[in-house]
């Protein structure tokens, strides 16, 4: 074949052609890992002082539990039942943390200064692109610390010479994926309020809202029950209490549906919850960026 007709071909797309998401995704990470160990004091510093409002943290439930043995009256949630908990919120903070937290608060600066076009010019989808651009690799310290206090936490019930309660084999299936179930609820509330940037240009008041409404799921439930409205708006409208409490449960207090029907449907609503919340994030990213007008323009 002569030369001439190889240069007539059109070339062959390879199937490789279309982005691996993981693969950028691993690439995100290590640049950004090879940027916190530029400066390594700095990110060491940060570690500590992650690991220390960590361990000031549970300094201070260490403490309350010396005057009480439950958190309010009947509730179950003992102090071995809280440190599950408590080991729940600091894995679901530090993840959200690392991958999210920054990835939000530079979304605005992107708008600001104009380099939201670059992102768009990429052959990649762009939500994805901005969520994910940075990892702050210091605030995983924290989830070496949820890791550790969760085994304690389990390891404690199962050892009660009481009531001895090791968690079922679906349940240690189920809680990684009630973990990501509410992760995927508060990444989706963070990138919609991210996306209001577009529209509103500065949002650190909306931020600020996030972070008041976020602390709800840092609690038991139990202690909003009385106040019936609330416990309902943001245990099924606004889901943010079933983010910790849900998968907490299913190893420190075990769900089942003929104990309690009304936390089982929550367990029910939370899957459900992420699906819609995700789906919501999405459509309201897509508009924003629908209304974006370049810096070139």
């Not at 940060?46 to 220390?52: A, D, E, G, Y």
């Not at 439930?61 to 599950?84: A, K, L, M, N, Q």
């Not at 949820?146 to 009660?160: A, H, N, S």
């Not at 309660?165 to 009630?178: I, Q, R």
Request: some cysteine.
């Amino acid at each position: 074949m002569a030369r001439s007709d190889l240069a007539a071909e059109p070339p062959v797309r390879r199937r490789d052609d279309s982005p691996s998401y993981l693969r950028v995704l691993l690439t995100f990470a290590r640049n950004s890992l090879i940027r916190d160990m530029t400066f390594r004091t700095n990110f060491l510093v940060q570690c500590i002082s992650s690991l220390s409002w960590t361990l000031m943290n549970l300094g201070f439930y260490v403490i309350v539990f010396r005057h009480t043995t439950t958190i309010g009256p009947d509730s179950g949630w003992g102090r071995t039942e809280f440190f599950v908990f408590l080991a729940t919120t600091w894995i679901v903070n530090s993840i959200v943390q690392a991958f999210f937290m920054p990835n939000a608060d530079e979304f605005s600066e992107l708008i600001r200064t104009g380099n939201l076009d670059f992102a768009l010019l990429k052959p990649i989808d762009t939500q994805f692109l901005v969520s994910f651009t940075r990892v702050e690799w210091s605030s995983l310290a924290n989830l070496a610390m949820g890791i550790g206090l969760l085994i304690y936490g389990v390891r404690e019930l199962g050892l009660d010479p009481i009531r001895p309660t090791w968690p079922s084999p679906l349940a240690l299936l189920l809680y990684p994926m009630y973990l990501a179930c509410g992760i995927a609820i508060l990444y989706s509330s963070m990138i919609s309020l991210a996306a209001t940037s577009i529209w509103l240009g500065r949002n650190q008041t909306l931020y600020d809202f996030w972070f008041y409404i976020t602390n709800f799921y840092r609690h038991p439930m139990e202690i909003f029950q009385r106040g019936r409205v609330g416990w309902a708006l943001w245990g099924t409208v606004l889901p943010i209490l079933v983010v910790v409490n849900v998968p907490a449960r299913l190893l420190a207090k075990p769900l089942r549906p003929e104990g309690d029907p009304w936390l089982f449907g929550l367990a029910l609503l939370m899957v459900v919850s992420a699906g819609a919340s995700l789906w919501l994030s999405r459509r309201i990213f897509r508009a924003a960026l629908a209304s974006y007008r370049s810096a070139s323009s």
